[in-house]
């Protein structure tokens, strides 16, 4: 059956079927072809979209506008704190403002809840660049790269180390059972997902024939895994007060060579970045200065390995973010 999501939103995977994902996958590997051949493809000339950040970003904001830019789009930029947004001008208004000039709006902010209310309302497209519970244009990028290095996704044995029950292992979770991919948690029993979303992740593991688990242990979690990924500690948004626990909690599931070493020998090692492996950052320095680690939630030396394929993630983010914009706005 041929796959069309023309003016459909993209908030989160659990919306899109298998078939739709690869239709998204597929496009991104063309878009990627062409750009490296320098071929242009203005395809969306006459049209415009907004970019509206709650939060910081450098990927995913750099991967909007060089992808509308390549697609010919005129693309508007609003920073945390520049528009009416949630403080004078609620969502459901800002929405119908803003689908009244522009073909699609891409949203990062905080609760999922807004985006789909934004989405509800602004009678164009909506796509979500990321809230507290879902990250999905990352993780098309992050199942290109799986793809590239491994040449196919089901049976993909893939490990998440870490704060299990954030944005990315919310979506990595659903990402993963959705194309066939065996999924483990590997975290303190705090930071495992919610058990509703687990459930419903281990629903469609099922009928795409892979398993999605949670462990505690890192020795199990690990051994065997054809890709290791982890993330930041203390997400955007989260308090810094946080930190304390959270460094306690997740120190053992730092991604280092002991772990690498139990995953398969083809391991890659993947993070949707920014990451702190190292101190060459304020909130690293600041870290290091408090609670004496210089390093998180990976090692310098396995984030800088050959193993490492973080930077074909975040130039892939660019390649998949034009393929979701194009496929729903063409
Ligand atoms: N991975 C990611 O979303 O990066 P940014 O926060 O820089 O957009
Ligand atoms: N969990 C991180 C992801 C950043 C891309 C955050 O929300 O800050």
Redesign the pocket.
Known sequence: MPVNIRGRSFLKLLDYSPAEIRYLLELSKDFKRLKRSGVPHRYLENKNIVLLFEKTSTRTRCAFEVAGNDLGLGVTYLDPGSSQMGKKESIADTARVLGRMYDGIEYRGFSQELVEQLAAYAGVPVWNG?TDQF?PT?MLADLLTMEEKFGSLPGLRFTYMGDAR???GNSLMIACAKMGIHFTACAPKELFPAPELVEQAQAIARENHCTVRLTEDVDEGARGANVIYT??WV??GEPDEVWETRIKLLRPYQVNGDVMAKADPGAVFMH?LPSFHDTNTTIGADIAQKFGITEMEVTDQVFESPQSVVFDEAENRMHTIKAVIYATLC
Do not use: F, T, Y
């Open positions: 990321l990250h990352q954030n944005n990315m993330d930041i997400s955007m949707c």
